[in-house]
């Protein structure tokens, strides 16, 4: 059947995504990364297609099948995924950043294999900061362009989201608690917190990843509207 305008809330809208983790080489074999699946992500990414809008999905290594209609880009580490933002980030009128990006890389990889040492019981490795995606992509907005981030916690949620939507300079955190192995990482399901500044936190209840896509996607929606 054919669906009503109205339910395409996102028409002429492009949206830009990061989903998954991203990949650090420590040399040519090994690599410093995180439990990320991709999967919330790549729901936001299905469902702005639903909803009308085309998606620029940026993507780390994941195990999942493309969102198909979605403009994908598969990126390794957390500078190429910033790379790929960038250049994207202008045409877009929304960001929407799931991704697990590591917050800290090799130094320098070696271009050869690292080997151990006979009798070498300790191996100390060195790590850099990460460019901060999101906070890159806050401080190229232009007027009209929301951003959305996401926030995993284990411990103190509310403050510590309250205090990572300040710095970040984001229109809306999606903060999740990943204390609770039920759901959260890699799982179908997932509960947020969806925090905007000056705005009560509003604890959404338990739901299934596409709803919860569809759900946050409508809240940037508003922003638009209220712009
Ligand atoms: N993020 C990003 N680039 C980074 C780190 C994080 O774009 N280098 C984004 C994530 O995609 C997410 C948000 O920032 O949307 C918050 O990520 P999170 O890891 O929860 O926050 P951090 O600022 O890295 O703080 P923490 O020390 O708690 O990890
Ligand atoms: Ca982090």
Redesign the pocket.
């Known amino acids: 059947a054919r669906r009503a305008l109205s339910d395409k809330p996102l028409a002429g809208r492009r949206i830009l995504i990061?989903a998954g983790p991203t990949r650090e080489a420590v040399d040519p074999v090994r690599y410093v990364s995180n439990h990320s699946s991709g999967r919330m992500g790549f729901a936001i990414a299905q469902a702005a297609l639903r909803l009308g809008a085309e998606a620029e999905l940026v993507h780390g290594p994941v195990s999942l099948p493309p969102v198909l209609g979605a403009q994908m880009t598969a990126v390794t580490c957390?500078e190429k995924?910033?790379a790929a933002c960038l250049a994207l980030w202008p045409r877009c009128d929304a960001a929407v950043?799931?991704?697990?990006?590591?917050?800290f890389r090799p130094e320098s990889a070696p271009t050869s294999k690292i080997k151990k040492q006979p009798g070498q019981e300790r191996m100390t490795l060195e790590l850099t900061r990460?460019?901060?995606?999101?906070?890159?992509?806050c401080a190229a907005r232009r007027p009209g362009q929301v951003v959305?981030?996401?926030?995993?916690?284990t411990d103190d949620l509310l403050a510590?989201a309250q205090a990572?939507l300040a710095?970040?300079g984001?229109d809306l955190?999606a903060a999740n608690d990943v204390s609770d192995t039920r759901i959260g990482f890699g799982s179908e399901r997932n509960r947020i917190t969806l925090l905007a500044p000056g705005a009560e936190p509003q604890a959404w209840p338990e739901m299934d990843k596409e709803t919860l896509a569809e759900k946050l996607l409508l809240a940037l929606a508003q922003r638009w509207d209220a712009a």
């Not at 950043?97 to 917050?103: E, F, G, L, P």
């Not at 959305?148 to 916690?153: D, I, L, Q, V």
């Open positions: 990061t957390a995924m910033q950043m799931t991704a697990a990006v590591a917050d990460n460019p901060d995606i999101l906070a890159a992509v959305m981030g996401f926030a995993a916690e510590n990572k710095r970040k984001c955190l």
